[in-house]
């Protein structure tokens, strides 16, 4: 499955089961002027983040079969969990009901 298909697959089950989750769009796009606009001001933001139905803060990255995590985006999720948010990997919907959403 393509990550554009986990993305949106993932997006709809966890809206489905009532969490509130926002789509982020991190990287860059070239300007008209040759620049370079950053879409976020922190690497490695996942893909969602937004709060379960029960409040606790959550952050999704959905990757393909054999996406890696970059380690702007492992230092993130290290940072996210300490601070007690959820953070989970989703490369289909069962990592998402694994992880008890």
Not at 1 to 8: F, I, N, T
Not at 75 to 99: P, T
């Amino acid at each position: 499955m393509a990550e554009s298909e986990v993305v949106r697959a993932c997006r709809e089950y966890l809206l489905l089961r009532g969490h509130f989750v926002v789509r982020i769009n991190g990287g860059a796009f070239r300007t008209e002027r040759g620049g370079f606009m950053r879409c976020t001001d922190t690497n490695g933001t996942p893909d969602f983040m937004g709060v379960t139905l029960d409040g606790r803060p959550l952050a999704v990255e959905a990757k393909s079969g054999k996406g890696r995590m970059s380690e702007s985006q492992k230092a993130f999720r290290e940072a996210w969990v300490k601070r007690c948010g959820i953070f989970v990997v989703a490369r289909n919907i069962e990592d998402l009901q694994e992880a008890g959403l």
